[in-house]
C-alpha cells in the first residue's frame, strides 16, 4: 500500500506529499506536501506513477462483489468509523 500522493499535472509541477484533501485533515493533522516545478523532478514522478500503473491491475465490478460477506462486513465496519480514523 502506498499512502503518499503523487500528482503531476501538465508535466508543469508535481507534487508529493501526505496530504488528504478533506477538512478534518486540514484540521487535525500535520500533513506534508512537496511542489514541483524542476523538469528534472517532474520526470522523476512521472516514472513512478507509470511504474505503479505498469505493476497494477485492472479489478472489475465481479471481483468486487465476490469477495466475502465477512470481508464485506469489516469493510462496511470500516466505512463507519473513517471518518474519525
Known sequence: MIHAKLIVIDGRL???GTV????RSFQLNFELALFLYSVAD???VVAVVEKIIADSRLVNSEEIHQRGK????VEDI???FS???
Open 42 to 44: 517532474i520526470t522523476q
Open 20 to 23: 488528504n484533501m478533506d477538512i
Open 78 to 80: 470500516c466505512r463507519i
Open 14 to 16: 508535481a507534487v508529493v
Open 83 to 85: 471518518p474519525v480514523l
Open 70 to 73: 465477512v470481508k464485506e462486513f
